[in-house]
């Protein structure tokens, strides 16, 4: 289930690039668009790197859980606990649709906002990134891990190759051949509706994560304390 729900977001993110793109080249010319162009892979490398460099620190040492949501919003549980990774998660995988939301509607308003949400947007995907594998290395015992994260990769893969080419395609069916630029943007906003609607979705379904994490946590270091017991030599039983 987390490898389909890790599937779709990335499909999403793909998705929201390219018509990100395609919008600012109908919204900017010239040097205009080179700045915002510049101005949307130099923000997300950056945060990318901060986003993982202190989630790297903070979160997999297990410490209040309020220090490892560096990459969103407060949420009210007033206690340390073992959900701080899944919440995280969760709540990059909430504020990523916000973000693009943003991107959108500020695009015919403010430059400066628009790239504002663009860097939401990287600590979002960034703390989403490092979650997602975080989680299956918690839920998975050790001798299955390498598997694991080999068919998250393999999966998210198989999704994500196609999604922005075929959603490029509905773009390009709503936009028509038509060159009045207020029809162009209306065909970008209906893909970006119904591919939003998607990201939600999978937002919602990121929560549910939540539920069931710290019993598949628990049940994984079961497992890998019982085959350490079996796999132990015969002397270091006894003792």
Do not use: H
């Not at 196609?162 to 209906?190: E, H, N």
């Amino acid at each position: 289930i987390f490898v389909i729900l890790a599937s779709i977001s990335n499909v999403g993110t793909g998705v929201f690039r390219l018509l990100i793109l395609v919008i600012q080249a109908d919204n900017f010319t010239g040097k205009k668009l080179a700045r915002a162009i510049t101005a949307n892979v130099i923000g997300e490398s950056i945060v990318a790197l901060i986003a993982n460099t202190v989630n790297a620190v903070i979160v997999p040492n297990k410490l209040d859980w309020r220090l490892g949501v560096v990459v969103g919003p407060t949420l009210a549980i007033p206690f340390r606990t073992q959900l701080a990774i899944p919440i995280v998660m969760a709540v990059c995988a909430c504020l990523g649709p916000l973000a693009y939301l943003g991107e959108i509607v500020m695009l015919s308003v403010s430059l400066p906002l628009n790239v504002i949400s663009f860097f939401i947007d990287g600590i979002a995907s960034s703390g989403l990134s490092l979650t997602q594998q975080q989680v299956i290395l918690d839920t998975t015992p050790a001798y299955q891990r390498a598997s694991a994260l080999s068919f998250l990769r393999l999966i998210i893969a198989v999704f994500l190759t196609p999604s922005a080419q075929v959603f490029g395609v509905i773009s390009d069916y709503f936009r028509g051949d038509s060159v009045i630029s207020l029809a162009r943007f209306t065909g970008l906003q209906k893909t970006f509706l119904y591919t939003w609607i998607i990201s939600v979705v999978s937002s919602v379904m990121y929560l549910l994560i939540l539920r069931f994490y710290r019993k598949d946590a628990e049940n994984s270091k079961e497992v890998d304390r019982r085959n350490s017991i079996l796999t132990a030599p015969i002397l270091s039983r006894k003792s």
